[in-house]
């Protein structure tokens, strides 16, 4: 029995080796087996994985020029513009208008003051393109002139020579009859050259 066994063992072996060959074809057919891949020892399950990789993200030069380097000049241009009070000089870069009064008066007193802070604002006065006052320094005390009237229209200009120190040239006036009688009050603000005009009409 034991000898039966051996012999049939030997007999598959034997088979076994005839039904492959070296070349791993089967026995008789041009069949090819494909060859068996030993695994790599060094990384034996795994397959390369693509990674995909992002570019540096450069960092943007700016080229054009902000605010912490604008020109310095500017600053002190909106500075001399600006006034304490934070109104615009430009506003006062114009002739002013002030109205007209009628009047039966022979003359006219004009008294004016600097209503503002006394900064040395100065003015000059023309009657009908005339200038009958050359300079006149404006301080916080009334003073005035007596102006004698034509018939018809007496226009009289208020011409501010500078602007003080604080800026712009700033008055108040009235105007009197000969009675005594006020005819007119008001203001003016003005820039350096630019006039305040009232027109005085004598009946």
Partial sequence: MFLLFVLLSFAG???QGEFLNNSNTISGSSISLP??????????????SSTSTKPIEEKKIQ???NNQFANP???????????E?????KIFRKNQY?????????YARISYRDFGEVDGDEIRIW???????????????????????????N???????????????????????????????????LATGFKATIIIVKD
């Fill in 73 to 83: 000049g500017e600053v002190y241009k909106d500075k001399l513009n600006t006034s």
């Fill in 63 to 65: 080229f054009t020029q």
């Fill in 35 to 48: 060859k068996a891949k030993a695994p790599s020892v060094f990384n034996p399950l795994s397959t390369p």
């Fill in 85 to 89: 009070t934070g109104e615009n000089y």
């Fill in 155 to 189: 226009k009289v200009d208020f011409e501010a020579l500078n602007q003080g120190t604080s800026g712009p040239n700033t008055a108040e006036f009235k105007i009197y009859d000969d009675k005594g009688g006020l005819i007119s009050a008001n203001q003016w603000n």
């Fill in 13 to 15: 072996a034997f088979a």
């Fill in 127 to 153: 009657v009908n393109d005339k200038i009958v006052v050359e300079h006149i320094f404006l301080d916080g005390d009334f003073k005035g002139i007596q102006l004698g009237l034509t018939k018809g229209f």
């Fill in 98 to 106: 002030l109205g007209d009064v009628k009047t039966a008066s022979e």
